[in-house]
């Protein structure tokens, strides 16, 4: 591929992120990719938590645990973005709400010695960390304001799905509130 491509920043300007629309599209996907990775890395580890790695039965299990894994390899990953990019654009703003959520997320860090289970503090303040530089490297460098824009595209269409699979998955719970050992949830 002879001729300049450029990346994410070029693909964010003509439309939402599933929609690549590049001369060279296997290195925008790439690059778009790249910049959403840490997002989408958060949102491929939810529901899960440190106890999936001591329970590994099956391939599943061994899903669960790597999922586990993937939100503590979001903070190294979104830190090396932040800090490759960090000359290039304005990012959050950490003088309101970021700041105090990351004031938040350090007291966290440092009460889970406290708790009776610090493994699991500690894991919960990390992944709350995760989420703000998520936020952050998905943001920093040029053109930040249209990628929050996909960033929050991205996620409806997460959340959309998420919903849709609840619903299509877990119907006769959502509708008729049944569970699978035939207890009967009232709402």
């Known amino acids: 591929m002879g001729g300049s491509c450029n990346s994410a920043v ?6 939402p992120p599933c ?14 990719l790249g910049v959403f ?18 329970h590994h039965e099956g391939v599943i299990g061994y899903i669960h645990a790597a999922r586990v894994l993937l939100l503590l390899a979001v903070v190294p990953i979104s830190l090396v973005r932040i800090f490759h990019y960090r000359s290039g654009g304005p990012g959050l703003s950490w003088s309101g709400p970021c700041r105090l959520l990351l004031m938040y997320s350090i007291v966290a860090l440092a009460c889970a010695v406290f708790s009776p289970s610090p493994l699991y ?25 249209e990628r929050a824009k996909n960033l929050m595209l991205l996620t409806y269409v997460i959340v959309a ?7 299509i998955v877990g119907r006769s719970v959502v509708f ?7 207890t009967r949830i009232y709402a």
């Open 19 to 32: 929609i690549v629309r590049s001369r060279c599209s296997v290195h925008g996907t790439v690059a778009l």
């Open 121 to 145: 503090a500690f894991y919960w303040g990390v992944v709350f960390v995760a989420a703000l530089l998520a936020a952050e490297a998905v943001v920093a460098g040029p053109d930040a304001q």
């Open 37 to 54: 990775f840490p997002w989408l890395m958060l949102w491929v580890g939810s529901d899960s938590g440190p106890w999936m790695l001591s």
């Open 176 to 182: 008729e509130g049944e569970l699978t050992s035939g």
């Open 161 to 167: 799905v998420n919903v849709a699979g609840i619903l």
């Open 10 to 15: 070029h693909l964010s300007r003509h439309g």
